[in-house]
């Protein structure tokens, strides 16, 4: 079963406008961390933002915030003000967690959303 | 300060051929995966390890071994090469800890023709 869900294959955004790339999650534990990943064109996984479950704000880095809605098992990913350099593919991943707090360490990645910026 | 260091950066094989795509990070992480990553489909778990001599199967394993001799390195092998592994692979590690990012190499672009 699909555990992260990216439904966007493609986004679209003018300079200087906010976004939101979409993320849903299924997991039945109550312990997990969600993450989101920028990957330019050079290849490479940038970490760009974190939110644990048990967080009660959403999580914000800079032009980067979550929109965490846990009932909703939704995380979604907000740029604000885009820059040109902002064109890249994002993934959204979870790591789930063992009763009591240890980590698996197994990250699990949605399919990638694709944000072009325009100029 | 290297991070993860995956080499080599690109390779050509011919179908059958085996070979072994190394993966070493130098931060001590207790936790180190390879994913496999196809376009439309992200990043696939391949083989995970949370330690030196334990490693796991993750979502995608068939055709691959892996072993974990040290906290350093995390080698990944191909058996015998096959089309359907021409991809591009990423060797991560993390710390165990509960809000812990993963930290990628620059990936092994493979082609097998």
């Known amino acids: 079963a699909q555990k992260i869900t990216q439904t966007q294959p493609g986004m679209f955004v003018q300079e200087k406008e906010a976004v939101t790339l979409d993320c849903t999650y299924d997991t039945s534990d109550p312990s997990y961390g969600l993450f989101w990943y920028k990957q330019p064109s050079s290849g490479e996984m940038i970490f760009l933002i974190y939110q644990g479950s048990y967080d009660q704000q959403n999580a914000t880095e800079g032009r980067y915030s979550l929109n965490f809605q846990k009932a909703r098992k939704s995380a979604n990913l907000v740029i604000s003000a885009s820059q040109l350099g902002d064109s890249a593919m994002y993934f959204c991943a979870m790591r789930e967690y063992r009763a009591g707090g240890t980590s698996y360490g197994k990250l699990t990645f949605g399919q990638g959303t694709i944000l072009t910026v325009h100029p | 300060n290297a991070g993860v260091t995956q080499t080599p950066k690109f390779q050509v094989l011919k179908t059958g051929q085996s070979m072994t795509l190394q993966c070493a990070q130098d931060?001590?992480?207790?936790?180190m995966s390879w994913y496999r990553q196809d376009p439309g489909m992200g990043l696939r778990l391949i083989h995970y390890s949370v330690g030196a001599g334990i490693t796991d199967q993750g979502e995608v394993p068939n055709g691959y071994n892996v072993s974990r001799s040290t906290t350093e390195d995390f080698p990944l092998r191909l058996l015998s090469a096959a089309p359907s592994q021409t991809s591009v692979y990423f060797c991560a590690s993390s710390w165990p800890g509960h809000a812990s990012e993963a930290f990628f190499g620059q990936g092994t672009r493979l082609t097998v023709v």
């Open positions: 931060m001590n992480h207790e936790y």
